[in-house]
């Protein structure tokens, strides 16, 4: 089954930040594919979500809803001007 999980990251010792990046882990099994929405609007190859299973464990990861996820990021794209860019 390919599932795709949204996570929001926070760092606890700045929670007036709120959410710092919105990561999904997509594919499952062995070899899943990890990415994080980036300022140029589209999703990036990243190995956070690997090590921070590791124990590198600075910010906090909270699982959320694809629908949380894409309301987050489309408030962050209107607010970085990247409205109307699709997002792959």
Not at 32 to 38: G, L
């Amino acid at each position: 089954m390919n599932r795709t999980t949204y996570y929001f990251a926070t760092n606890p010792l700045l929670p007036e930040k709120g959410v710092i990046s919105v990561f999904r882990r997509s594919g499952g099994g062995v070899q899943p594919t990890d990415e994080v929405f980036s300022r140029d609007g589209r999703w990036h190859a990243t190995d956070y979500l690997h090590l921070y299973r590791l124990g590198h464990d600075d910010d906090d990861l909270v699982e959320v809803s694809e629908a949380e996820a894409n309301a987050l990021i489309d408030t962050w794209t209107r607010a970085w001007g990247l409205a109307d860019k699709e997002r792959k």
